[in-house]
Each structure stands twice: as structure tokens, then as C-alpha cells.
């Protein structure tokens, strides 16, 4: 009986701490996706955003359970044997996203469902919780843990906890096909809003369309901070195989946890140096996917750099495929990163590191096979980038079920007009400045250490293992970092590919690394020929109190500054989001419009960068301001925008187009207003004013005696032939006017800082 009595009650105690768990889970979810919590956010602030902040602390944690404790499930199903928390949490990560696109596709993305897989993996994993690895607290790990607190809270806070109001990208491409797949339970598009660009970069990331089943769309920066977290512990294990501190001594090889913390906290915190001091890896858009893409190119770095088991191929295969298939064209650095470990792996005979990396790139094969096919199938083109590849076997008729080839073809046409130089000898001279720079430091670094280890010495003797020869390492680890920084900062430079630029910010965290990596093999290479000078016990702590001081720089210049600029602890003390300091924005133009047209659409001739808070935006009907390249006034552009005045009227009317909405002093016309039915003759047959107010005009078809002023017509027609004048000043030529009439473009190139005139006028 006692012994019964004692199970009951242990059993008693484990599920009440798991209800207490869940249930504190579910207060969060309930509360951050309260009707009317965005709006407050945006307008009111106060204790809903402060109760709002504490909920997403609340959930974080929660959210890197599951994807450890899915991993977890994944090794205990397939692999048998002991894992390290990493490689749990980028398998759970791929077994995720993969289970996520496979629901998306089946249609059966139901919060019900996901909600219930998610319980499931947690009740599971909490059987047998693992204690954490513990390492003995010295005063050099709580000092550079201090700082990596710091730096996590700082980041934390400012790119994923305080919603992302204020990229164009965010707002009107990733958020809204979250919002969108939570709306149909399914990675296809509803009819009535094709927004195909949204779907071709969304439908893969399986892991974001489970969570945003359940969640409100901002969970997209929490995800993304996980993963920076991420990136942080892949260079933990990094830097303890890439440097070879146990060929230095026993007591550098004591040194190497703390020395290794540090160099993580200081990845996560360097800036971008070349061609110019930029930030690092924490200003990625934490709203897009390019964190996650960062975290699993480092995490492929480990998997290739170690020595291979079991594990590794099972997580290089499933994170290929999971990578590629998310967005195809990211394979190219799985490719890279898999032939330089094959490469690598070759030379050492390892075979079993070879069918790793082989694994690997065969993984990003199948992921590429699997994402062009579903696009290929679906939208009727493998890949609308780069679209001068894709567009020859591109099926008309498939795509214009959700848009227009006709506009792509104007953003290819607009984009080479832009570009000035596709290969940049600049970029070239900047890549062979950076090199020599980076190994300019590197030599500095290393005389100054040996100068110290020279002179500890000589002051703080330590002959206890001088006369012992230093364990061998082997610098290939180095070799594949350092390869793959230079090859994707070689083509980040000298190619004008903005996408390959803004992802190629997370090598920024690998530079410390890699720098650190050639100052020690410099500092082996010494110690061979004066093993003396390393008798010393003075060094260790200097080179480790060196890079203390360079993460805190690191921290307080860049990540701090931040968010101090950003004035981001006052969104955790309840201010408003368009109170905030760099939010420029206006949604109370939104709401006006909303108040002032009700339910009925409207079509904006110009101000499309002033309209981006309110395309797809939570505050409006759905389809009201309608977009540009991705509705389905887009799909009949050729009929509006390059038809007659008539056929564009018709069209319109057809569509329940009703309103018409030009900004006024802002001559950023765009496609659709440069049609004919807005040409100045047009105007006052056609249209009359329905609102007039100090920011913009709102037009609305003509009713039998209704006029429209000359005064206005004159107005917005002075507003369109500026714009026109500024693109010809801009480009060289009027893009919109080359693709209407097929003219051939003009030689000379324009100056495209004139374009800035665009949003003013002036």
C-alpha cells in the first residue's frame, strides 16, 4: 500500500507540473491571438502590449522545446545513439519544416491538428527530461555569459520581440502568407488573393507555416531568434574542432570552453567590416527566412568539418533536403559547403565523412527536384528567379491563373536598367582588400601573442608540459571555414544579386572565427621551432580577456546601439508602434480609408512604397487596397495596363474595382497608373472625385452630371509626366513605355539616384 500510495503520488506530482506547463502555454497562445491585439499594438499600446511582450517570453522557450524535442523523437526513431543538443535541434528543425510542407500540401493544416502533434512530441519528451551539460562555472564563463545574456536580451528584444513594422518585404510578402495558409489550412492559394511570390518563397518553411497555424504571423522573428541562437551554439562547436589550442599546452587547452563561448558571443555580435563598417548577423529580417537558411549553412559547416557517425548522415540528408526544398536556389551553398567536405574528406580517406558530405549534397538535390517540380506544376514556372533562366519554359497559361508574366517581365526590364555592372571589378578589389586585411590582423595578433607567451615566459615559468610535444591537429576544419567565407564574400562583392547580399550577411559571425583559427595554427607553427616560449601560464588568460573585450565592444557598438537608437525597451513598457522613434509608416491612412470606402476596393495609381502597411494588411477587409504584382487585378494587367482606355474601364468594372487612390505631391506612379484610362483626356470623362483630402485624392467612376474639376485633372496629370520624366532621368529611358510599345532601349544609362524623387516630386 505504501508503495502504491507513494506512485500515486509521484505520478500525481508529474502531471500536475505538465497541466501547469501547458496550461501557462495556452494562456500565451490565447492572449496573442486576442481580436483587435494588432490594432491595439499599433495605436494604444499599454497593458495589452506589456501582458503581449511577457506572453511571447512565455512561448519562446516553449517553441525551442519542440524543435529539441522533435530532433530528440527523430534520433530515438532512426539512430540509436547519443546526440548533442545541436544536431537535436537542426533535425528537429528539418523534420519540422518537411512536416509542415507535407500537411501545407494535404491541406490539413489545422490548429487542432498541429496543436495536438505538438502536445504529443512535448508529453513524449518530457518522460525523460536530459539534464543540461554542465561545465565548471569559472569566472571566465560567468563573465562571458554575463555578456552573452546581454547581447541575447539585446537582440531578443529589438529584432524579434517588437513586431517588424517597418520592412516593406515583411509586411507585404512573408506576413501575409502566414496569415493566409492559417486562413485556407493549406500552402495553396485561394482565388480570389494569388499571391504567388509569397507562396514561391513561403510554402517550403514548413516549420513557420505549422507555427503561424496557431500563432499570429510575428512568429516568423521569434523562429528566426531561435535560430540565431542556433548559429551562436554551431560556433560553440566550432571553434572547439577548428582551433588547435590542445597543440598549445595544457593550459590553453583548459582555456578552450571559455575561449569558445566567447568567440560564439562574438559572432553573433561583429559587424560587417568590407566594403565598409555595416551590422551583422542580428540585423538580418528577423520576419523573413534568411536566419533560418544562415543557421543551417553553419550548422553544415559542423556537420562536414567533424568526424563523421551515424548521426551526421542522418542530419546531413534530412537538412539538404530540408534547406532546398524551402527555397531551391539555396542549394548552391549546400553544394559548396558539400564538395569542399568532400574535397576535404577525399584527402583523409575517410569514407564514412564522405557519404556525410555526398549525403549532403544528394539531400539539396532532391530538395531542388521537389521545389521546382511543386512550382513548376502549380505556378506554371520553376522559379520566377532568376527569371531570365526559368521565364523560356514558363507556362502562360498556368501562371496567369495568378499573375501576370507581363509585370515580371517589367521588373527584369527595370532591374537591368538599375544594375550597372552585373560583375563588380570593384567588388573584385574590395574581396583582395578584405583577405589582405584579414590576414594583415591575423599576423598582428600573432606576433603580439607570441610576444606575450615570450614574455610570460620569462616573468610566470610554467615547465610542467613544455618538454611534452603538443597534441597533432589538423587544420582541415579551418581550411572549409575559411573557404567557404571567402568564396561567399567573393561572390557577395562581385555580384549585384541584392538577395545573395542580404543572406550573405551571416558570415559576418564566422569572421572571428576564422581569424582566431589562423592567429592559433600561426601560434603551432611557432611553438614548434621555440617550444620554450609557450612555458608559460600568462597567455591563456590574456588572449581570453582579449576577446572578452572585443565581444563587449562588439555588444555595446552594434547590437546595443540598436537598440538604444530604436528606443526599444519603451515597446516593453507599453508605447505604441507608431510612436516609436524609426517607424515611418502610416497606418491611420489605412484606417481613413478603410472608414471612408467601407467594404469596396481600391486601386492605388501611385504611392505604392506609402501603401505597403496597408496591402494585406489585419486592419483592413481582405482584398481591400489591392496590390500591385500579386491580386487579381494583376492577373488582367495586359488589358489594364497596356490596353485601350475602354478595355481597361471595363475590366476594372468587372473586377468590383470601384475606387482609385493618387497621393498627392508623390510621383511614384507604378504599372497600373501609367495605363491610358489615366491619361489627362481620360480623367474628366471617366472619373470624379469622391474624397478630397490634404495627403490624397480618392477617384471613383463618373455618374451621369459628375465632374471632375480641371483643376484636379490638371494636378494629377502634372504628377504622372513628372514621374514619367524622373524614370527617363533615372534610367535612361521610361521602362513601363520599352515594354508597352517594345521600343528598343536607349545606350545611354541614366543616374538612378534621381528615383529618390520619386516619393517627393522635387
Request: hydrophobic share 50%.
Amino acid at each position: 500500500m505504501a508503495a502504491t500510495g507513494l506512485r500515486l503520488r509521484a505520478s500525481v506530482e508529474t502531471w500536475s507540473l505538465r497541466v501547469l506547463i501547458f496550461v501557462t502555454a495556452a494562456l500565451s497562445i490565447w492572449f496573442v491571438n486576442r481580436t483587435g491585439t494588432y490594432r491595439t499594438l499599433l495605436f494604444d499600446g499599454g497593458w495589452t502590449t506589456r501582458f503581449y511582450v511577457l506572453a511571447w517570453i512565455v512561448l519562446t522557450p516553449y517553441l525551442g522545446w519542440l524543435i529539441m524535442a522533435t530532433g530528440r523523437l527523430v534520433f530515438s526513431l532512426i539512430r540509436h545513439e547519443p546526440t548533442q543538443r545541436v544536431d537535436e535541434f537542426f533535425v528537429g528543425a528539418a523534420a519540422l519544416i518537411l512536416t509542415g510542407f507535407g500537411l501545407g500540401a494535404l491541406s490539413i493544416l489545422y490548429p487542432p491538428i498541429v496543436l495536438g502533434f505538438a502536445a504529443a512530441v512535448l508529453l513524449w519528451d518530457s518522460r525523460s527530461f536530459r539534464k543540461p551539460r554542465k561545465f565548471a562555472l569559472t569566472l571566465p564563463l560567468l563573465a562571458t555569459s554575463v555578456l552573452g545574456l546581454w547581447l541575447l536580451a539585446t537582440v531578443f528584444i529589438d529584432r524579434a520581440l517588437i513586431p517588424d513594422v517597418m520592412s516593406s518585404d515583411v509586411q507585404q510578402l512573408y506576413a501575409p502568407y502566414l496569415a493566409e495558409v492559417a486562413r485556407n489550412h493549406s500552402i495553396w492559394l485561394a482565388a480570389d488573393n494569388p499571391i504567388f511570390s509569397d507562396f514561391e518563397v513561403g510554402h517550403g518553411n514548413g516549420l513557420h507555416l505549422m507555427l503561424a497555424t496557431f500563432l499570429p504571423p510575428h512568429v516568423a522573428q521569434i523562429i528566426s531568434f531561435l535560430y540565431f541562437v542556433g548559429i551562436g551554439a554551431v560556433i560553440f562547436e566550432l571553434a572547439r574542432l577548428v582551433l588547435p589550442l590542445q597543440a598549445l599546452g595544457r593550459r590553453w587547452e583548459d582555456a578552450t570552453i571559455p575561449i569558445a563561448f566567447a568567440l560564439a558571443v562574438l559572432g553573433l555580435a561583429w559587424p560587417q567590416t568590407m566594403p565598409n563598417l555595416r551590422p551583422g548577423l542580428y540585423v538580418m529580417e528577423f520576419g523573413k527566412y534568411h536566419l533560418q537558411t544562415a543557421a543551417f549553412f553553419v550548422y553544415f559547416l559542423l556537420v562536414v568539418i567533424r568526424s563523421s557517425q551515424s548521426r551526421d548522415r542522418l542530419a546531413a540528408g534530412m537538412c539538404g533536403l530540408a534547406v532546398a526544398a524551402s527555397y531551391p536556389l539555396y542549394a548552391a551553398f549546400v553544394f559548396l559547403i558539400s564538395t569542399l567536405g568532400a574535397f576535404t574528406k577525399a584527402l583523409q580517406r575517410d569514407r564514412s565523412g564522405l557519404k556525410t558530405c555526398v549525403l549532403l549534397g544528394f539531400g539539396a538535390i532532391a530538395g531542388c527536384v521537389l521545389a521546382f517540380s511543386v512550382n513548376y506544376f502549380y505556378l506554371g514556372i520553376p522559379a520566377t528567379n532568376p527569371y531570365s533562366l526559368f521565364r523560356r519554359v514558363a507556362s502562360v497559361e498556368r501562371f496567369s491563373q495568378f499573375g501576370s508574366l507581363d509585370i515580371l517581365d517589367y521588373f527584369v526590364l527595370a532591374q537591368s536598367l538599375d544594375v550597372s555592372d552585373f560583375l563588380s571589378k570593384a567588388g573584385l578589389l574590395a574581396f583582395l582588400k578584405q583577405v589582405r586585411s584579414v590576414l594583415l590582423v591575423a599576423i598582428l595578433i600573432t606576433i603580439a601573442m607570441c610576444a606575450v607567451t615570450f614574455a610570460g615566459s620569462r616573468l610566470f615559468p610554467d615547465r610542467s608540459d613544455v618538454s611534452k610535444p603538443g597534441t597533432s591537429s589538423n587544420p582541415v576544419g579551418l581550411f572549409i571555414v575559411v573557404a567557404y567565407l571567402a568564396s561567399v564574400r567573393l561572390l557577395d562583392l562581385t555580384l549585384n544579386i541584392p538577395s545573395l547580399m542580404r543572406l550573405s550577411v551571416h558570415i559576418n559571425a564566422l569572421f572571428p572565427l576564422a581569424t582566431v583559427g589562423i592567429v592559433c595554427w600561426g601560434l603551432v607553427l611557432v611553438r614548434r621551432v621555440k617550444p620554450a616560449w609557450f612555458a608559460d601560464r600568462f597567455a591563456p588568460p590574456v588572449a581570453f580577456v582579449s576577446l572578452l573585450v572585443a565581444c563587449a565592444w562588439a555588444t555595446n557598438a552594434h547590437p546595443w546601439k540598436s537598440f538604444k537608437n530604436d528606443e526599444a525597451i519603451t515597446f516593453v513598457q507599453g508605447t505604441a508602434l507608431d510612436r516609436m522613434p524609426n517607424v515611418k509608416l502610416n497606418w491611420q491612412r489605412c484606417d481613413e480609408l478603410q472608414q471612408s470606402t467601407g467594404s469596396d476596393r481600391i486601386l492605388a495609381l501611385n504611392g505604392y512604397r506609402a501603401m505597403v502597411p496597408c496591402y494585406f494588411s489585419p486592419l483592413l477587409t481582405r482584398g481591400k487596397i489591392i496590390h500591385t504584382y500579386q491580386s487579381d487585378v494583376a492577373r488582367d494587367f495586359r488589358k489594364i495596363a497596356l490596353g485601350s482606355a475602354d478595355t481597361a474601364e471595363a475590366t476594372l468594372r468587372s473586377l468590383g474595382v470601384k475606387f482609385f487612390y493618387v497621393q498627392k505631391q508623390n510621383c511614384d506612379f507604378w504599372l497600373n497608373g501609367f495605363s491610358d484610362l489615366f491619361e489627362r483626356g481620360e480623367l474628366a470623362r471617366r472619373f470624379t472625385v469622391y474624397r478630397d483630402t490634404a495627403g490624397y485624392w480618392i477617384l471613383t467612376w463618373k455618374n451621369r452630371d459628375q465632374a471632375l474639376s480641371p483643376e484636379i485633372e490638371a494636378a494629377i496629370s502634372a504628377l504622372r509626366t513628372r514621374s514619367k520624366d524622373i524614370y527617363r532621368e533615372g534610367y535612361g529611358t521610361d521602362p513601363f513605355e520599352v515594354m508597352k510599345h517594345g521600343s528598343a532601349r536607349r545606350g545611354e544609362r541614366g543616374n538612378i539616384a534621381v528615383l529618390d524623387q520619386l516619393f517627393t516630386c522635387q
